[in-house]
T-cell receptor
Framework: AQKITQTQPGMFVQEKEAVTLDCTYD???????LFWYKQPSSGEMIFLIY??????QNATEGRYSLNFQKARKSANLVISASQLGDSAMYFC???????????FGGGTRVLVKP | DAGVTQSPTHLIKTRGQQVTLRCSPK?????VSWYQQALGQGPQFIFQ???????QRGNFPDRFSGHQFPNYSSELNVNALLLGDSALYLC????????????????FGPGTRLTVL
């Protein structure tokens, strides 16, 4: 199986500081997409950011940016200026070019301290 | 514009029983995917429905079945429930997308938390 690995089970971050969440993936495909989702305690998965495998620039969405290193098969999420509301589980996911199936990593729990 | 809705919110069943979970996709979406998320883990893909047919399936036994209706809503059925079926079941809707590098965001519902006793 082609795995998604998130090596940090949990992280503390001080409010207003930046935090980087690691994600590595295993794939033999050339075309794929990478997603990051946030899951608060309510359970709903909230889309944060997307990176296509052929995108030349790293994706950014407001305070979220994706550090995409294709050769290393890594897609780390950077959250800048952390807010208390950022406390949640964060999941990295990969999608093949065809089809809609998402393969998720095990997640990283982020706790923002005031 | 309503997002993805799921019912019920919570459900308690006993081993051996059958359960049906329901999902209404976001307006305009035609594809529904179901995921199982055990406690402390990432979601696992169960299957996906498009045009009322199962299009993709993950590594789940035949006890897990589904249906999609003409209005694009979907049901997930689980027969002969096991304790290990206790999980959060997430429904995601999207549009069928083409192209070799298509971006296709999936919108998730709030989930149904199933407890099997």
């Amino acid at each position: 199986a082609q795995k998604i690995t998130q090596t940090q089970p949990g992280m503390f971050v001080q409010e207003k500081e930046a935090v980087t969440l690691d994600c590595t993936y295993d794939t033999s495909d050339q075309s794929y997409g990478l997603f990051w989702y946030k899951q608060p305690s309510s359970g709903e998965m909230i889309f944060l950011i997307y990176q296509g495998s052929y995108d030349e620039q790293n994706a950014t969405e407001g305070r979220y940016s994706l550090n995409f290193q294709k050769a290393r098969k890594s897609a780390n999420l950077v959250i800048s200026a952390s807010q208390l509301g950022d406390s949640a589980m964060y999941f990295c996911a990969r999608k093949k070019a065809a089809g809609n199936k998402l393969t998720f990593g095990g997640g990283t729990r982020v706790l923002v301290k005031p | 514009d309503a997002g993805v809705t799921q019912s019920p919110t919570h459900l308690i069943k006993t081993r051996g029983q059958q359960v049906t979970l329901r999902c209404s996709p976001k307006s305009g979406h035609d594809t529904v995917s179901w995921y199982q998320q055990a406690l402390g883990q990432g979601p696992q893909f169960i299957f996906q429905y498009y045009e009322e047919e199962e299009r993709q399936r993950g590594n789940f036994p035949d006890r897990f079945s589904g249906h999609q209706f003409p209005n694009y809503s979907s049901e997930l059925n689980v027969n002969a429930l096991l304790l290990g079926d206790s999980a959060l079941y997430l429904c995601a809707s999207s549009l069928q997308a083409g192209g070799w590098n298509s971006y296709n965001e999936q919108f998730f519902g709030p989930g149904t938390r199933l407890t099997v006793l």
